[in-house]
């Protein structure tokens, strides 16, 4: 199966930015749509933002304006570009890929997760 790593992430003031991104590596044909989740202690994960693989993306009310999310190539990596940074945006972090193996296989799979914390 694929692995997905997350990097960036980490502490900023509120009004910064910060970035994290998410290269997929291992049995990949083709990444169908990949997605950014974020989840705060208690509560459900969370979707951020979504690209295609088409190029077309997607974002939730809470971050539309703030948060952009992009791509280098068709597969990889996947970057979620954040600014205008809030406390409420303090979250772990996670990508999802949507993944279409190298044996027409097709499943999702979960990056390990990055924190995210921004203080007031």
């Known amino acids: 199966q694929a692995q997905l790593v997350e990097s960036g992430g980490g502490l900023v003031q509120a009004g910064g930015s910060l970035s994290v991104s998410c290269a997929a590596s291992g049995d990949i044909f083709a990444i169908n749509r990949m997605d950014w989740y974020r989840q705060t202690p208690g509560k459900q994960r969370e979707l951020v933002a979504t690209?295609?693989?088409?190029?077309?993306?997607n974002y939730a009310d809470t971050v539309k304006g703030r948060f952009n999310i992009y791509r280098d190539s068709a597969k990889n990596p996947v970057y979620l570009q954040m600014n205008s940074l809030e406390p409420g945006d303090t979250a772990v972090y996670y990508c999802?890929?949507?993944?279409?193996?190298?044996?027409?296989?097709?499943?999702?799979?979960w990056g390990q997760g990055t924190q995210v914390t921004v203080s007031s």
């Open positions: 999802n890929a949507n993944v279409v193996g190298v044996g027409g296989d097709l499943y999702n799979k």
């Open positions: 690209i295609t693989r088409g190029g077309s993306t």
